[in-house]
């Protein structure tokens, strides 16, 4: 790695400042696995690293009329929190399939939605959750929804000056069901081929809602609005599945890599999108809710 | 240049160290516990495993200033003199290593593993050391050392 | 033999307390006192000319102790057999990743930065990756002058072998038996199929790391991650051109060797580093050097052409193996891929052969060995090709091999008369355990490998044992630990023919000035040579103990026995182990030490066989190939140490399904584009099938207690089964490596658009 500066700033502002002052030149790391990686491969030098540890009102999650998850809870943290586990089990399941125990221990979901890598898989949860991010800077706070906040190839609308604090995720409606489906066809610890995440809920027999995004299947995690449009309102039938699952096909713009070809990760979209939404129906016809 | 000071092994240390200096080179040339190995440098093949305040990390993605303060637990830290910690002892007994290179770091995987749940099925011992990379045992003898340390099936 | 207490024991390794605690020592563990680190400077181009190299920025950096290129080293080449690779590049680079200059300083971000500062002009030539296309007149020549290369004479091994016949070609080997036109027109039918398996690493999760240090009065200490330190030390010396003597290799665990760690690989470099800067000097290899410019496996095209009669009966076999051999022919221990020679007629009765293999230098990483070299892909085209043939047929597999493969008093088509063939036996142990005429679910299919492989009986081991007065026995060995447990089947072989408890034996690693000459790990020959070498130290010593016996019971030796550790007079009178002792330290005759040399005579006369069958679940969704269980079977002698002898087996196995499924050295334009673990996947805990062992044992073994090898058997099949298995389940015929999901659905979907 080339040489730099690393600090620990006590307070949200204390980091806030020291970003300004730095812009470009200063990074924050969380986690750090993701970036001590970039870093050693001298892809990305920052000469200052401003390490987020001691912000401890980042870990905290809390639920009232909707979950709040702080951004530096870690996957282990939403994979084991009980708050997670009920009030968001799509989540709670995406977070357990990352990576590694060790990776799980020190990634960050703040970090995760800022590093936005395509072949996460936090972010197509959130995306099916709904989920809005909190953001603090010199300018005051604001809330994005997920779906705009990922405008390009690891590229967010974060500014240089700004932190991501929170992850705020309504509650879902009873009668709710979600699926998260990771397609890993050569080692189980590896980036998915494609990874679907969807939430369905259902009312009198008809699919009220419905969220479905993905992972590895473009330049960004994409949200498959193609794929909702032509469901909601309809019977959950097997057919109705899959011909809105088919639909997909047209919008993914997957990247080949070591884990399949384009077409390949195309043709997989379409299983896995109709595989994702015939679970989250059962499990929404079940009850709802049940991990 | 800065100074940092955290616990290893249940010892207070203090050093300076340039701010880019990695964990696990910290523990290796600063401090001489050459039981952490490096493998892959990228976080996936687990030799470089150490506990930070219990929790397994990759010491070769993590920044030693990234520890100030807390508690590291290397494989040097799991006997009590010559007394081997029942996983050190099972991983003998049933053959849970053969070149030895990745060994540290797995036991020190499962020893995080079975402390957060003493009594894990074979399922969970699978998909918790799926990180620890082994290529000599194919992993069958790892988890049978795990489970009969769990199960107190240890020491002739 | 009577009642055996130390064989059959399942021991854990001796060496397990240093394992398990981190006090193991493996070579980038080793520091010296103003130690160095060395780094080096790697070739970006695949075929160049190196036009200048400006050192002077490098040098100036503070820090930097030593920056040398191949101007200021003595001109020489090295390699495990052929000596083609120079210690740096001289003149022309021919791989990406070539080292072409390296740095001595005080810390590795030094080393790296001035690195960095090293200035290369090179003249890019045209390169040629491929190795038809290598071979063709309009190709690049990679080596001007290959006939100036030196190797040791080549053994009489792999029928007519010759150097460098033709431009680009390292080896060329032909084997012949019988008339091939005759068995042709004795056949019914006759078929030919290609294969290609890619290449692959040996993923051993210690990268190579050695250590020089050079003192005052010249002896030169070397620490370095090679399975067979004495043919190190030999490498070492001819590369330094000094006296073998001058040169000692410590002792060092290994790290996984796999065949990967038989060679230099950067140690000659790191000794001249330590001699340019006056410092002992360490180089660790990181990852991404080891999977770009290591000695991963040979990539092989393989073609087969088989006749048969109308029942399925092998009349004639034509076998062309073409290995790419990368740019230096360096980095194996002979002249030809034997294993992949050898296993190009399989387990079979073949009256008609020809088997030719060429080994093709291309502008890529050059090729080492890996556990069984070159038999896991011949055994892939081959295996793969006898299924198409019985399919085509309309034969079962399983019938098809029982029909074919060789029974005792048969000669094998490569002329060797094994005694005791139990290949018939291990095959249907295996067809058994997998329930192969039961009936399957659909998309589930059942897919057999078989190979054969006798126990490594070559070279010279030798072993020294010491019995001290306080009852332990040290034995001494040559050989490196790379964690077979070979150091614990050797103890065991101390106690029991000592009649000692294994608790007081210890297996000490000793380094080349102390232990007796070794050849070291490689071949399946450790448990054998080292264990004759290791039994001869012992009778010695029990000879010696007795004779010293007789002294104190005041009769001759011949009339005293040792039983029990006992010793008994013939007149009745005894004396126990610890009265001995005590007797014998007052008398000053503990510590005794005696050696024990062991040269492979003759050839072995038994082999061994595994056969192995996948059972495979395919998702006609997505192509995936799930592998539902893995029965091995294995025609062994005595075993030594089940636990030992089974962690062999298992991990074996493991890394064959790897080359299967999961593992991929991509090299794309000359680059290794798989160029960490991230990329180029190893199986993990959670990749593993159900696993069934079945041992078919005998007491027919050459080695030890009629012991046989284990080592490189069960990781060789593995792809074969699955390309099998993958066929039976839902059709599909894969005819390269490795299956993966997306291969099984393109094939698939072909098929569903062929109907």
Not at chain 3, 491 to 510: D, F, H, I, S, T
Not at chain 3, 705 to 715: R, Y
């Amino acid at each position: 790695m080339n040489p730099f500066t690393y600090t620990e700033p006590a307070t949200i502002d204390e980091a806030i400042a020291t970003l300004s002052r730095y812009g470009e030149e200063a990074k924050l790391i969380a986690g750090g696995t993701g970036l001590i990686n970039l870093m050693k491969q001298r892809l990305v030098n920052p000469g200052y690293l401003v390490g987020l540890r001691r912000l401890s009102e980042l870990t905290k999650i809390s639920f009232d009329r909707g979950l709040r998850i702080g951004a530096l809870c870690t996957h282990r943290t939403l994979e084991t929190s009980a708050l997670v586990r009920e009030h968001a089990p799509l989540l709670a399941e995406a977070a357990r399939q990352v990576a590694t125990i060790r990776i799980r221990t020190m990634a960050t979901i703040g970090g995760a939605v800022a590093h936005a890598d395509p072949n996460q898989d936090l972010p197509p949860a959130l995306i099916a959750l709904d989920a809005r991010v909190k953001l603090r800077s010199p300018r005051g706070e604001r809330e994005v929804p997920i779906d705009s906040f990922f405008t390009g190839y690891y590229e967010t609308l974060i500014q240089p000056d700004e932190i991501v604090t929170e992850l705020a995720i309504a509650s879902a409606p009873p009668a709710s069901g979600h699926a998260f489906l990771k397609f890993l066809p050569q080692t189980a610890d590896d980036y998915a081929t494609v990874g679907v995440a969807a939430m369905v809920t259902i009312d009198r027999g008809r699919i009220a809602d419905v969220r479905v995004a993905l992972g590895a299947a473009a330049s960004t995690p994409l949200r498959a609005t193609v794929v909702e449009s032509a469901l909601r309102g309809q019977e959950p039938t097997a057919r109705r599945l899959a011909e809105a699952a088919a639909l997909v096909a047209d919008i993914v713009d997957p990247i080949a890599d070591f884990r399949g070809s384009a077409e390949y990760k195309r043709d997989m979209a379409v299983v896995f999108v109709r595989r994702a939404l015939a679970q989250a129906v059962t499990r929404a016809q079940a009850g709802g809710r049940g991990v | 240049m800065r100074k940092i000071q955290l616990r290893v092994n249940g010892e207070t240390i203090a050093r300076e160290v340039p701010d880019q200096r990695l964990l696990v080179d910290f523990l290796r040339y600063d401090l001489g516990l050459t039981g952490t190995k490096e493998g892959c440098s990228v976080g996936v093949c687990g030799a470089c495993t150490v506990l930070l305040d219990g929790q397994p990390v990759s010491s070769c993605l993590a920044l030693v200033a990234m520890a100030e303060g807390c508690e590291v637990t290397t494989i040097e830290g799991l006997a009590q003199g010559d007394r081997l910690h029942p996983l050190q002892q099972a991983f003998i007994e049933y053959g849970g290593f053969q070149c030895g290179i990745c060994t540290p770091g797995q036991i020190m995987a499962s020893k995080a593993l079975l402390d957060a749940n003493p009594h894990p099925t074979r399922d969970q011992i699978r998909e918790w050391m799926m990180g620890n990379l082994c290529r000599c045992t194919g992993y069958y003898k790892i988890i049978e050392s795990i489970q009969a340390a769990a199960e107190g099936k240890t020491g002739s | 033999m009577g009642i055996l207490r130390s064989i059959g024991q399942a021991a854990g390794h001796v060496e397990g307390p240093a394992k398990v605690t981190g006090r193991a020592r493996y070579s980038a563990d080793v520091t010296l006192p103003g130690m160095l680190w060395g780094k080096t400077l790697r070739s970006p181009f695949p075929h160049a000319r190196i036009v200048s190299i400006d050192v002077a920025a490098a040098r100036a950096l503070p820090g930097v102790h030593a920056v040398v290129t191949a101007a200021d080293l003595p001109e020489v080449r090295i390699g495990r057999f052929l000596r083609d690779i120079p210690v740096l590049a001289l003149e022309h680079v021919r791989f990406i990743g070539e080292k072409v200059a390296a740095v001595a300083a005080e810390t590795p971000e030094a080393a790296e930065d001035a690195v960095r500062l090293i200035e290369v002009e090179y003249e890019e030539l045209p390169a040629v990756f491929d190795p038809l296309e290598a071979m063709g007149a309009e190709a690049p020549r990679l080596h001007e002058h290959a006939e100036r290369y030196e190797h040791p004479p080549v053994p009489p091994i792999g029928g007519d072998s010759k150097f460098h016949p033709f431009t680009n070609v390292c080896s060329q080997n032909l084997f012949r038996r019988g008339d091939l036109k005759l068995g042709f027109a004795d056949a019914a039918r006759t078929f030919e199929h290609s294969f290609f398996v890619p290449p692959v690493h040996q993923g051993y999760i210690e990268p190579h790391a050695c250590a020089a240090a050079i003192a005052s009065d010249g002896k030169i200490d070397i620490w370095i991650s090679n399975k067979a330190p004495f043919i190190a030390r030999r490498q070492l010396a001819l590369a330094f051109g000094v006296e073998e003597d001058r040169v000692r290799v410590n002792s060092t665990s290994i790290g996984g060797d796999f065949g990967g760690k038989g060679s230099l690989m950067d140690c000659a470099l790191c000794y001249f580093l330590a001699r340019a800067s006056g410092r002992p000097v360490k180089m660790v290899m990181n990852y991404t050097e080891e999977l770009t410019a290591g000695n991963p496996r040979h990539s092989a095209s393989i073609t087969f052409r088989t006749g048969v009669t109308s029942d399925g009966r092998i009349t004639a076999h034509q076998a062309k193996l073409i290995f790419n051999c990368g740019a230096y022919g360096a980095f194996i221990p002979l002249h030809f891929v034997h294993g992949g020679m050898h296993a190009a007629s399989g387990p079979y009765r073949i009256p008609h052969m020809e088997i030719e293999a060429l080994r093709v230098y291309t502008n890529t990483v050059p090729r080492g060995h890996y556990r069984a070299p070159g038999a896991p892909q011949t055994a892939f085209a081959i295996e793969s090709h006898m299924d198409m043939i019985a399919r085509e047929l309309s034969i079962d597999p399983l019938e098809f091999r029982l029909r074919n493969v060789l029974i005792d008093g048969d000669e094998s088509p490569m002329g060797e008369r094994w005694q005791h063939i139990r290949c018939r036996e291990t095959l249907m142990a295996a067809a058994e355990a997998a329930a192969w005429n039961s009936p399957k679910p659909p998309n589930v299919g059942h897919g057999i490998g078989m190979y054969e492989r006798a126990t490594g009986a070559f070279g010279t081991s030798g072993a020294t044992l010491t019995v001290d007065a306080d009852s332990t026995l040290t034995l001494v060995t040559g050989a490196a630990d790379t964690g077979t447990g070979s150091f614990t089947v050797l103890g065991q072989m101390v106690a029991e023919e000592l009649q000692a408890p294994l608790g007081e034996v210890v297996v000490l690693q000793g380094d080349t000035d102390t232990a007796e000459w070794e050849d070291g790990a490689g071949g399946s020959r450790l448990t054998h040579m080292a264990g004759q070498a290791t039994l001869v130290a012992a009778r010695e010593v029990k000879s010696a103990l007795i004779a010293l016996a007789a002294r104190r019971l005041d009769c001759a030796p011949e009339q005293v026995a040792m039983r029990e550790r006992r010793f008994i007079a013939s007149d009745g009178r005894e004396l126990d182990w610890e009265s001995f002792l005590s007797w014998a330290a007052e008398h000053a005759a503990l510590p005794l030490t005696r050696a024990g040399s062991y040269v492979a005579g003759h050839p072995v006369e038994v082999t061994c066989y595994s056969a192995q069958v996948a059972e495979v679940e395919v998702d006609r969704e997505t192509g995936q190939v799930r592998l539902r269980k893995i029965v091995t079977a294995h025609d062994v002698g005595t075993i030594i140490n089940p636990l030992t002898h089974q962690g062999q087996i298992e991990g074996g196995l493991i890394q064959g399904i790897g080359q299967a499924m999961t593992e991929h050295l991509q090299v794309r334009d000359g680059a290794v584009t798989t160029a960490h673990l991230g990329d180029y996947k190893l199986p993990t805990a959670m990749d593993i099938p159900e696993l069934s062992t079945v041992l078919v044992e005998s007491p027919t073994g050459p080695g030890p207690f009629a012991g046989k090898a284990i080592g490189e058997m069960s990781n060789v099949t593995p792809p074969a089964a699955i390309a099998n298995a993958v066929c039976d389940a839902v059709g599909v015929r894969l005819m390269d490596l490795p299956v993966t999901a997306e291969k099984v659905y393109a094939g698939l979907r072909a098929m569903e658009k062929r109907r």
